[in-house]
């Protein structure tokens, strides 16, 4: 079989790392992959967003399946127009990638259908958005309504902030249309969970549940960041917890899409709050998260192609998703300087014997050596049988990884850590 992975960072490679276990596959291409990521796959310079190009190739190189991982090409409709040509796809198709693609659009699907979330309103202008912020509770939420590459969510702690997240949003089009609308909805407090979830429109399988680390810095201090870190499984997230989700938000929102023509197929993300009044949506996404699927591909032991198929033809039900009793932990080696300012083109070496995964964000190959070519540069996984036994190893791992101007967390998972012993 000849598959093709749509995107181009550690999430993909991650993805492409466990494809690969399938015997089955013959070549894997990435669009547009990275310098690391050329290690496990052919890498095609035609970007994520360009879809004509993936369509082109896609017919040119008889692609038998195609699996679009970041939420840009599926919200512009990559998968219509892959399955359009007669290519099976992983992903939702356009009508369903909205619910990410929009949160206005997420937001009140969840209000018509009783899908527990924080209480909000939708504003169109800047001047209502405004006169409303004067009489809100703080600190409060603003997001802008489309994608804005995960940035686009501003937590205010006062009223200052509030009205200047929405000039900023609104007035000065920080996120370009993005923020033609905004939702303004409450803080809500407690563990925050992430949980990656298969189905093909009539089934729901959670995978393990996960912890991001988004704060640059130790002690979750610092700017906010794509992701410095995750662990797995969330121990927040019990198997009590994990029996409401599936009844109070994963089943519904299944249902709610079937409902409004709009069936999800692919990777539906839930970002979860566990408030003092039950488990609450905070956002929904498209796709597996990233750095979650660092964390979460390593642990499953059934085949990822076969799961795949399924829930594109329908037959997830009948299809095996299985995954290791153990941890993950990832620990996310950036530039500094990053989510700022920082350079580029350092070169990475890593030394022989690394036990464990390392999955390539942003390098690039350049006479034979590869590069620093991002923020977030690459991520090192491990996993073991315990929580502790994994961050230990991922941190051992980390030592043997070298590049100027790194610099990473060296915190990931100690809450976790804490939590189990609460």
């Known amino acids: 079989m000849k598959l093709m992975v749509v995107g181009g960072g550690g999430r993909e490679h991650a993805i492409i790392k466990s494809l690969k276990k399938n015997k089955t596959i013959t070549e894997i291409f990435a669009l547009p992959g990275n310098g ?3 290690e496990d796959a052919t890498c095609v310079d035609i970007g994520a967003k360009e879809l004509d190009g993936i369509v082109q190739f896609a017919k040119e190189n008889a692609i038998d399946f195609a699996v679009v991982a970041p939420d840009d090409p599926l919200v512009l409709g990559a998968v219509d127009a892959l399955e359009a ?3 099976p796809c992983f992903g939702p198709n356009k009508a369903a990638a909205i619910i990410e693609g929009s949160k206005v659009f997420s937001k009140n699907l969840m209000k018509q259908y009783g899908i527990p979330t924080a209480a909000y309103e939708v504003f169109t202008d800047a001047a209502s958005a405004l006169a409303y912020l004067e009489t809100a509770p703080m600190p ?3 997001k802008a309504d489309g994608l804005a590459l995960g940035k686009g969510v501003i937590i205010a702690q006062n009223l200052a902030e509030a009205k200047d997240a929405v000039k900023a949003i609104m007035s000065d089009k920080k996120f370009g249309d993005s923020g033609n609308q905004i939702v303004i909805e409450e803080f809500l ?3 925050e969970v992430s949980v990656l979830s298969f189905t093909d429109g009539k089934t729901v399988v959670p995978m393990v549940s996960s912890m991001d680390h988004k704060r640059a810095l130790d002690g979750d201090e610092g700017l906010n960041t ?3 870190g995750t662990i797995a499984p969330n121990p927040y997230y019990t198997k009590d917890m994990d029996k409401r989700c599936m009844e109070e938000i994963f089943l519904p929102t299944m249902h709610a899409m079937n409902a409004e023509g709009r069936t999800f197929k692919g990777c539906l993300y839930f970002g979860l709050m566990l408030t003092p009044n039950g488990p609450k949506v905070i956002e929904y996404n ?3 998260g990233d750095p979650e699927t660092q964390v979460v591909l390593p642990l499953l032991e059934s085949d990822l192609l076969t799961i795949m198929q399924a829930c594109a033809n329908g037959t997830l039900a009948d299809t095996e998703v299985k995954f290791f009793a153990g941890s993950a932990c990832c620990v996310v080696m950036a530039s500094k300087g990053y989510p700022e300012a920082y350079e580029k083109g350092y070169e990475i070496t890593m030394d022989a014997g690394i036990d464990g995964e390392v999955y390539i964000a942003g390098a690039k190959l350049d006479g034979g050596k590869l590069l620093t070519n991002g923020g977030r ?17 991922a941190y051992a791992q980390v030592e043997k990884v ?9 915190d990931i998972g100690q809450r976790a850590l804490r939590a189990n012993k609460e």
Not at 402 to 410: L, S
């Open 377 to 393: 540069v690459l991520g090192v996984v491990a996993t073991a049988e315990t929580l502790e036994g994994a961050i230990e190893k």
């Open 85 to 87: 040509i007669g290519v």
């Open 36 to 38: 690391g990521i050329a």
């Open 402 to 410: 070298h590049f100027d101007n790194a610099f990473y967390r060296r």
């Open 226 to 228: 794509g992701g410095m």
């Open 286 to 288: 498209c796709r597996f």
């Open 189 to 191: 407090t407690g563990p």
């Open 140 to 142: 409060t939420v603003i």
